[in-house]
């Protein structure tokens, strides 16, 4: 079956039920996380159901010991169970492998992608539910550093989240190895619909296409 926004919705939630529903409120600060991945059962979760999708080969105490990020593995499995294929997705263990190839998608006007890339705060980049967004990680790393990852075409670190829920002034996302849980934060947006939260260096919006 193809993928619609009810399947990346259900699939996204199933992973967060699975954890034991975390959630971090990055408005309030409020945070109550449930099953984390330094328990067993959901290190070989991790193991069994992301890696199994988009490549990887840690160990259990790679994960449990934090040795081995797999927020990318992690969100490219509810893309896969929600129906997208690989030619559609390009499932991987660098969240920058998907940013690049949507980034391009669009630059290039291809009518057939799946998500097309848009810069934090630009025009039309609003996020929705389905869409990706992604912030930019690293030591010293700025919000102004954060803006220049949308032009790099060599890889990079950044993390992604699937837009889940949308409220006046407020978004809700689900993202892999936060806090070392699946878990569902909520984010604040502005006047214009961008995120306005600065927990984090945002620097793109995937905009989901189709059904």
């Keep these: 079956m193809p993928a619609t926004l009810a ?13 034991g529903r975390s959630t971090w409120n990055l408005i309030t600060r409020e945070k109550r ?3 984390r ?3 067993q059962p959901f290190a070989e979760h991790v193991i069994a159901s ?11 105490d790679d994960i449990q010991d934090d040795r081995y990020a797999w927020s990318a593995v ?6 896969k169970q929600a129906g997208y294929e690989k030619h559609e997705f390009p499932f991987a263990q660098s969240h920058s492998v998907y940013i690049r190839r949507f980034i391009t998608d669009r630059r290039n006007g291809n009518a057939a992608a799946a998500f097309w890339g848009f810069r ?12 990706l967004v992604g912030y930019a990680r690293g030591t010293g790393m700025t919000q102004a550093k ?3 990852f949308f032009d790099k075409r060599d890889a990079y670190a950044s993390h992604t989240d699937v837009v889940v829920a949308k ?7 689900i993202g892999a190895n936060v806090l070392d849980s699946v878990t569902r934060k909520t984010l604040k947006i502005d006047a214009d619909g961008h995120i306005a939260d600065t927990a984090h260096p945002w620097f793109v919006t995937l905009k989901r296409r189709g059904a």
């Design 7 to 19: 399947r990346v919705l259900d699939a996204a939630d199933q992973e967060w039920q699975f954890w």
């Design 33 to 35: 996380i449930a099953h």
């Design 37 to 39: 991945d330094d328990e």
């Design 50 to 60: 992301y890696c199994a999708v988009a490549g990887g080969s840690p160990t259990a």
């Design 74 to 79: 992690g969100l490219s499995a509810i893309l």
């Design 120 to 131: 934090f705060g630009e025009p039309g980049g609003e996020p929705d539910v389905g869409d």
């Design 146 to 148: 954060a803006m220049t």
């Design 167 to 173: 409220r006046p002034g407020e978004i809700d996302v």
